[in-house]
Nanobody, 123 residues
Framework: QVHLVESGGGLVQAGGSLRLSCAASGRAFNTITMGWFRHAPGKEREPVANISRSGGTTYYADFVKGRFTISRDNAKNTAYLQMEALKTEDTAVYYC????????????????WGQGTQVTVYS
């Protein structure tokens, strides 16, 4: 069992930055693939980024490439999502998720989920 707790969401003006954190417990952190997803009103939950167990491989959705950076610190059991140049369309609840197998973008294949953190971007 993996327990995930997100933090760092909030209200930010368009063009600003936020850093989300996801603290994991319950399993050796370097054995789990981590992902960030978001769920905006009226839309389906969608993948934002994910990172391999070692941190050496990352994936980004096209709509965040060049603006968001996913990273992890295996010594601190924490994954991060640095968000820059935020847009109003980035407003959503952001979730971190974990899976015990390799890299994957499909939402349904992530086994463990955090409670989510709200990110609101205003113009």
């Amino acid at each position: 069992q993996v327990h995930l707790v997100e933090s760092g969401g909030g209200l930010v003006q368009a063009g600003g930055s936020l850093r989300l954190s996801c603290a994991a417990s319950g399993r050796a952190f370097n054995t789990i693939t981590m992902g960030w997803f978001r769920h905006a009103p009226g839309k389906e939950r969608e993948p934002v980024a994910n990172i391999s167990r070692s941190g050496g491989t990352t994936y980004y959705a096209d709509f965040v490439k060049g603006r968001f950076t996913i990273s992890r610190d295996n010594a601190k059991n924490t994954a991060y999502l640095q968000m820059e140049a935020l847009k109003t369309e980035d407003t959503a609840v952001y979730y971190c998720a974990a899976r015990t197998r390799g890299m994957e973008i499909r939402t349904k294949l992530y086994e463990y989920w955090g409670q989510g953190t709200q990110v609101t971007v205003y113009s």
